[in-house]
């Protein structure tokens, strides 16, 4: 018999499926919502004045050599995106009292973070809450490393917005200590992100019954376009001490989705409990990559660790979340005043980053696919970046005869 004959054909990733759908389509018309990275005004991929720069820079620097780095990575990289999440001014910096590692883009973090938690945590019960819905990933990678995912109840279809009461109501009656993963900002796939307000009250929740925060951030600055206002949950939790890790990506906000730049940032109560957690942070990411990808550390270590890249790099980010904020301010005006579209669409404007739940359901969405040539996942959520100048009107008119 063949060798491989029980190895069952798994299905394939359904974003990947939906983007060579639009590739086949041969419609003039057609446009890519499902697209998880930004594009410009002409739907091209825009790589950062910032970055090429810095690519410059290091391609001229003579002392750029292809040796390993350390297997915890770029140690002026790792330090400075600590300082980035956290705030350079933030006493578990200045006290020391976080382990730093870099990973594989977010995922990686995601992943080192799940293996760390399921080697070392004191668990009442192994399981990690993740909000429903949540990044489709989310579901994979913590039973990848022995950790079951239950949901807490996060997005209220009714309001298309926060289903907070529910939320509260599980971080309460959850065992102690229990895991929760929060989206640092710009939640995806919804965009719906607690107020400030709220997320005191999850943080006190959290104290409360001892809960451990696992924040996944991964567009930090690409939300608002602001750096510290997309931080300020994981700072606030930080600073009322609730237990917290932090994994990080610069994929969307340095448009470096392939090199695969990410950090995984775990704040102990002790610089000598930081270096513990490193120690073994350091043994995990050994045996599975030994050591991670140079270039684009060495690309983020140079916008973050000089003043005038760091300015340039302020620039782009406010590019783009700009163009995602006026493409969503174009879409509610198009929607709301001029084609007078049935239902009330502010939750398009009051939404965060680059995912939109547009409210619409799975029929709605398929038929925008099939007789629109507009592609999105069946949920409703449609990434704003895949809207520009010249294909808006036709989504929108597009949008409004499929809700009529
Ligand atoms: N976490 C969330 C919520 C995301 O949306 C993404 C990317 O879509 C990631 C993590 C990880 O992305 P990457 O591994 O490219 O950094």
Known sequence: AERWEAVPLAPPDSIFKL????????????????????????????????????TEILLNDPTVDHEYLPITGLPEYTAAAA??????DSSVIKD????????????????????FLSKFYGWNEKRIYVSDPTWVNHHAIFPQVGIPVSTYPYYDPQTIGLAFPAFLETLKTAPA???????????????????????????????????????????????SGDLENDAWAVREFARRSV??????????????????VGALHIVAPSKEGAARIKSQLSVLARAEISNPPAHGARLVSLILNSDELFEDWKRDIKTMAGRIIAMR?????????????????????NQIGMFS???????????LVEKAHIYLTSNGRISMAGLNSHNIRYFATQLDKAVR
Not at 206 to 211: Q, R, T, V
Not at 243 to 258: D, I, R, T
Not at 330 to 347: A, I, M, Q, S, V
């Open 19 to 54: 983007t060579a759908a639009y590739k086949a389509d041969t419609h003039p018309n057609k446009v890519n919502l499902g697209v998880g990275a930004y594009r410009d005004d002409d739907s091209k991929p825009w790589v950062l004045p910032v970055v090429k720069k810095a």
């Open 177 to 223: 200590r229990s895991v929760f993963l929060l989206h640092a900002c710009a939640h995806n796939p919804t965009g719906v992100d607690p107020t400030r307000e709220q997320w005191g009250q999850i943080a006190d929740a959290m104290l409360e019954k001892g809960h451990f925060a696992f924040f996944d951030s991964a567009y930090q600055g690409f939300a």
């Open 243 to 260: 237990p917290l890790l932090v994994c990080q990506s610069f994929a969307k906000n340095a448009g470096l989705y392939g090199e695969r």
């Open 83 to 88: 300082r980035l999440v956290f705030g350079k």
């Open 357 to 367: 739940f547009t409210g619409i359901g799975p029929a709605q969405s398929q038929a």
């Open 329 to 349: 301010k174009e879409l509610h005006r198009l929607l709301t005043e001029e084609l007078k579209t049935p239902g009330n669409w502010d939750h398009i404007v």
């Open 96 to 115: 020391e009292r976080v382990a730093s590692v870099q990973t594989i883009s977010g995922t990686g973090a995601n992943h080192l973070g799940a293996l």
